[in-house]
């Protein structure tokens, strides 16, 4: 069974930092995009950061840019997400995902994403 587990998630203070990590199974996601994905209390799930197989194409939402840091290991089948400098508007489920359909395009739309993990809760206190 494919498999993508979140954790690092917690209550942190604002302008404080959490790193939060996606561990894949089941099959081997090296050559996928992957993504992070996160969706508040009553709005939709939004963009957050992707990476490409490769490393070499990143995207991140603009709300996040210059705070967040995505990064991956294709060996150990593990993304990371760091979020740095922490608003209360970050407050939000996380999940990470996969794009079996792209090795290198990174797009925006949680449709066009396969594979979801369970999501971790990130609290951010004002």
């Known amino acids: 069974q494919v498999q993508l587990v979140e954790s690092g998630g917690g209550l942190v203070q604002a302008g404080g930092s959490l790193r939060l990590s996606c561990a894949a199974s089941?099959?081997?996601?090296?050559?996928?995009?992957m993504g992070w994905f996160r969706q508040a209390p009553g709005r939709e799930r939004e963009f957050v950061a992707g990476i490409s197989w490769s490393g070499d194409t990143i995207r991140y939402a603009d709300s996040v840019k210059g705070r967040f840091t995505i990064s991956r290991d294709n060996v150990k089948n593990t993304m990371w997400l760091q979020a740095s400098s922490l608003r209360p508007e970050d407050t939000a489920v996380y999940y990470c995902?996969?794009?079996?359909?792209?090795?290198?395009?990174?797009?925006?739309?949680?449709?066009?994403?396969?594979?979801w993990g369970q999501g971790t809760q990130v609290t951010v206190s004002s």
């Open positions: 995902a996969v794009d079996a359909g792209n090795t290198e395009q990174v797009v925006t739309t949680a449709a066009l994403y396969d594979y």
């Open positions: 089941g099959r081997t996601f090296s050559r996928y995009v």
